[in-house]
């Protein structure tokens, strides 16, 4: 199977309801963006900016957007609109003087490149999975943010963004309208919530600011009307026998995804940001521990993440699990140790080349670290593994058993069988539904019997 070489996300059917109606669409998945500042004059690397990335034949349209230069705090998002993904959060960025780079570990890619003097051009490289593809990226002005087109025939044209909320669901809606060439409205709608873009609308219509869009293929009707200023539309989404209150703003920025369950600062308790280096000496691995208040030695836990790409905080599609966690563990007097995979994060390495021995060799170095600190009652730390990590959590234990190294141990989503027929398991389920015909998804999983004995025997 070949993966594409931007972001290596699966193409999955959309299914979402509102009332008994449902919605259905074929669309990458994306993960949640917020809204950041954009600079009003091209000083500073702050602001958005966009690029185009030739894959082959490919053109794939880029958004950056960058913030906290001017604090010392930067952080950045990525969208690719063509792809449906929305908000992917940089899982590093930096800049020295006019070297700029940032790493999206979620996708194993990473950009470097230099800031022109004028600051709006930063011309490098977009290197992903041993690929190396030229990238530019190029300062938006403040002022196209969600701007009417120079041509418009309506002020309903340009890029709107709006919410709704159905029971305890939030939906964000991203509406882009223009014309065609008989000057007749058209425009398509986006639910990024369900993944599912470029729904069309069959019935569009703009009179004196009196707005009327409606999507067929889900049965939903809006009637909206226009501020003086021409940049909100403030009106009622019906579907079914549901209606709801829906007011689209102009822009081009996606709202901000809420996500309640994520902790907010001011934390009780301490957070210290730490780091170690691995027994072979070929990584320093970068984390957080968070230490309860009142006064210690506490019982304490290492995470140990999934295989892939991870950050200490676990992040995937906008959740963090593994600082969810953390949290709820510190609040309740345990104390936590959780880092970044290496050649991720703020930790050093090549993730690339290491085997789950390796994380496992990194993980036992982090216990070690955990027992070693005075906050930390050493003979009450245990690890919690998920997926991949619910594999080394059993390997650390083995390991310590003669020395009480492991108090306890808690694995979420850990294999239940041997490595072969796990990845045998994944294999199959991946084929299948990639639409592989049976008879070659039979001699598929043959083949790789075959190659797991010949490195057994060899």
Same mark, same amino acid.
């Given at each position: ?283 320093? @691995? =970068?984390?957080?521990?968070? !230490?309860?208040?009142? *006064? /210690?030695?506490?019982? &304490?836990? +290492?995470?140990? %993440? ?117 990845? @045998? =398991?994944?294999?199959?389920? !991946?084929?299948?539904? *990639? /639409?592989?015909?049976? &008879?070659? +998804?039979?001699? %598929? ?14």
């Amino acid at each position: 199977m070949r993966k594409r070489v931007w972001i290596d996300i699966a193409e999955i059917a959309i299914f979402a309801t509102m009332g008994s109606r449902a919605v259905s669409a074929q669309s990458a998945t994306q993960a949640p963006v917020a809204k950041v500042s954009v600079v009003s004059q091209p000083r500073g690397i702050d602001g958005e900016w966009e690029g185009t990335l030739h894959v082959g034949e490919s053109e794939l349209k880029l958004v950056l957007h960058v913030s906290g230069e001017k604090t010392g705090e930067m952080a950045a998002k990525l969208d690719s609109p063509e792809q449906g993904v929305y908000g992917m959060s940089v899982s590093s960025v930096s800049k020295e003087q006019e070297n700029f780079k940032f790493e999206l570990s979620q996708v194993g890619g990473s950009f470097e490149g230099k800031v022109a003097a004028d600051n709006r051009t930063i011309s490098g490289n977009w290197k992903q999975g041993g690929a190396v593809l030229p990238l530019v990226f190029r300062r938006q002005s403040a002022s196209a943010a969600g701007r009417k087109p120079a041509n418009a025939i309506s002020p309903f044209e340009g890029t709107w963004q709006g919410a709704f909320q159905n029971g305890n669901m939030r939906f964000r809606l991203q509406l882009h309208v223009s014309h065609d060439e008989q000057k007749n409205l058209a425009g398509t709608l986006d639910s990024l919530d369900q993944g599912a873009n470029g729904l069309p609308m069959s019935k569009l219509s703009e009179q004196s600011g009196a707005v009327h869009f409606e999507i067929a293929m889900v049965g939903g009707v809006y009637e909206g009307t226009m501020n003086a200023a021409r940049n909100s539309i403030t009106g009622m989404w019906s579907q079914g026998q549901d209606n709801v209150a829906l007011e689209f703003r102009r822009s081009d920025d996606v709202l901000e995804v809420r996500r309640p369950q994520t902790p907010a600062k001011p934390f009780p308790y301490k957070e210290e940001e730490v780091s170690f280096a691995n027994r072979a000496g070929t990584a320093t @691995l =970068a984390g957080t521990l968070t !230490i309860p208040a009142g *006064a /210690g030695p506490f019982p &304490a836990a +290492l995470l140990v %993440s999934g295989s892939g790409p991870q950050n200490r905080d676990e992040f995937m599609a906008g959740h963090k699990p593994f600082l969810v966690l953390a949290d709820a563990l510190a609040r309740k007097g345990i104390a936590v140790l959780r880092y970044d995979k290496r050649g991720l994060g703020k930790s050093t390495g090549d993730f690339s080349a290491a085997t789950t021995q390796d994380f496992a060799a990194d993980a036992a170095v982090a216990l070690a670290y955990l027992k070693g600190r005075k906050e930390v009652a050493p003979e009450k730390v245990g690890v919690i593994g998920h997926s991949e990590g619910g594999l080394i959590a059993p390997i650390l234990a083995a390991d310590g058993a003669a020395k009480g190294g492991v108090a306890w141990i808690v694995l979420l989503a850990a294999p239940a069988q041997t490595g072969e027929k796990t990845m @045998l =398991a994944q294999s199959k389920a !991946i084929a299948s539904a *990639a /639409g592989m015909p049976a &008879a070659q +998804l039979i001699q %598929s999983l043959e083949f790789d019997r075959q190659a797991y004995a010949m490195v057994r025997e060899e």
